[in-house]
């Protein structure tokens, strides 16, 4: 008898099914030479501190660093963890072979090797290997198991980290606790954890400290075109007003005038983290969210293995790629005419050197069914439109640049025009989200007419007056981004594709690595924004030891783990550089001065909640989450001019922004959604009856209407 061991139970009735193993049986299935059980994820754990021995039941200064001789595992204490174990544990003992079936990544392996362990397999095993659980992709992975020994050091990198994280966790945790702690609070530290609290809070300093300050530019139109003073910002009016009474008496000359053709690169496919920021960005969805819904999507079949870290295809799915589309119904105007011709084979999406263990996000040849939630759908159609988009033409644009002077003072404007939408053409009929500042920047770019070198006339000069801006704090998105590049600021996909390695975290792990940092008190959210808490900055004030905080540092950790993964570097090394540094930490700690960690009181928090809580809760509702009025059957949706039932073609409900000349804000029309009404408002300038003011209602048969 061949034993199956699946990660969860849903995922073992897909093999069974599979296989033929039809008879249901009390914790695994059975038939045709086989038995499919399951484990829950983690059966089993690192044994905690008390294990090794009742003096470290209590938390002591002094029996710190915790380091025992060697490591052991138990199982989690739960009763159905512990039935379950016990199925597996029979049917080890009783079959021939073992079917290594786990998620095919490195938490996967772990959780499969710890199972083995424990239940003393001497058996051979196999490893079942795929990256989609549809049923051509199991049968595929059954002609092709693979021995166990391949993916040893995928298991050691994964049995190192917990140690790792162990190691500087329990110790650091227990000795920043005692020493700074005041018998108030425990204060948690982590390998990756802290390193990110750091970057949360060295953001939340830097814009603190920040002081605005005003500046003075001078701009002037020429021919309908702003040109831009192409000197230092000014920090005196006085020198603005010298400057703009220079301009008024001295004319406008052309110096220059460039259009160049360019290309913008398609979008690469998704890894997780790629996808995770973009539906950050576009829907406001957690990173843990995210991964709830991609997980579910790939355990429905949909798409494949989700927890990767690589945004390219392998050669041998090149063949796969046609069938892929045709199977894709609902995008069948964005994907036939790709099938009119041969699917490109660029290196920019199929390169073996740049696939590990799995390749990108894609869809599978199983379309979605109509049962998805609202968010599955959202994250399906992200990651089938980019995997759509990636077989377009590159997008042509053309770039303007002007020179220009008056007098003696250099002036400039660019502009850009789409030549072919190319890729673009995918995106077309999506409503745009908030745009970042580079991309205003884009928008706002002008249409440029053709000028001609030395050609002059009259212009209207002025002054704009601006703000400098504090550092923006992080979101979600861009947080994701800087664990993946252990706090470098890089844009372009290509550099930080080399990053990653050096990346902090995993990135089926930052999610949760960014939830623990809410449980802990140390950060908030206020609307997408992450604020660091006065715990969290005390908390990363009190920590001294660079290592502990620093995101450079704990990328090298990274790096040596994904060495030990390919075999470039050895497992107990890395646990002997911990204990090291953990065993060099206790004693700095310990000999060093204690400072005072104040905590706020309970009662301030209760009192700050109560105030704040409402007006966070109307900061967070997004549109997306709010149901639709009229049919109450879906959620609405903003678009360009109106917010609408995203079911708009059967249901009809819609409400413009501009209502009788005024343009209504985002909480303004919520309330006119949710209450029916809103506030008093003025600066109606179209209404038949001539009212400029009054409260904006919704009729029982969802009209618009005015009370004075």
Known sequence: ?????????????????????????????????????????????????????????????????????????????????ENQFKVIERLVAECDEVINCGDAGQEGELIQRWVLQKAKCDKPVQRLWISSLTEEAIKEGFEKLKPAEDYKNLYLAGNARAIGDWLLGINATRLFTKKFGGNKAVLSIGRVQTPTLAMLVQRQKEIDAFSTEEYWELKTKYRDVIFNAAIDRLKTLDRAEKGLEYLKVNPFEILSFEIKEGKEKNPRLFDLTGLQVEANKKFGYSADSTLKYIQSLYEKKHVTYPRVDTTYLSESLYPKIGVILQSMAIYKDLISPLLEQPIPKSKAVFDDAKVTDHHAIIPTEIPPSPNLTREEKLIYDLIAKRFIAVFYPECKISNTLVEAQVGTIPFKTSGRQVLEPGWRAVYAKDAKEEPTDKEKDKEEEQTIPEFKVGETGPHDPMIHQGKTSPPKPYTEATLLRAMETAGKQV?????????????????????????????????????????????????????????????????????????????????????????????????????????????????????????????????????????????KAHNLMKGKTAVGCSDFKNCGFKVSFDIFGKKLSDKQLMDLVLKGKTSKLKGFTTHPESLTEGVVTLSPEFLININS
């Open 491 to 631: 844009d372009d996909e290509e550099l930080r594709e080399m990053l990653k390695n050096n990346g902090i975290g995993r990135p089926s792990t930052r999610a949760n690595i960014i939830e623990t940092l809410f449980k802990r008190k140390y950060i908030e959210k206020k609307r997408k924004n992450l604020i660091a808490t006065q715990t969290g900055i005390q908390l990363i004030d009190t920590i001294e030891d660079e290592l502990l905080k620093s995101p450079e540092l704990t990328g090298e950790w990274e790096l040596k783990l994904r060495k030990i993964e390919s075999g470039e570097y050895e497992a107990n090394q890395f646990k002997d550089e911990l204990i090291q540094m953990v065993t060099e930490l206790t004693k700095k700690v310990v000999d060093g001065k204690a400072k005072v960690f104040t905590l706020h009181e309970e009662k301030e928090e209760v009192k700050e909640k109560k105030k704040r809580e409402p007006a966070v809760k109307k900061e967070l509702q997004s549109w997306e989450e709010t149901q639709c009025p009229k049919c």
């Open 1 to 81: 008898m061949k034993l199956c061991i699946a990660e969860k139970p849903s995922v073992a009735r897909d093999i069974a099914k599979v296989l033929g193993a039809t008879m249901p049986k009390q914790g695994y299935m059975e038939g045709n030479g086989y038995c499919v059980t399951w484990t829950f994820g983690h059966l089993c754990t690192l044994k905690e501190p008390h294990d090794y021995g009742p003096q470290y039941k209590s938390w002591n200064l002094f029996l710190l660093p915790i380091i025992p001789q060697s490591f052991g595992i138990k199982l989690i204490p739960n009763k159905g963890v």
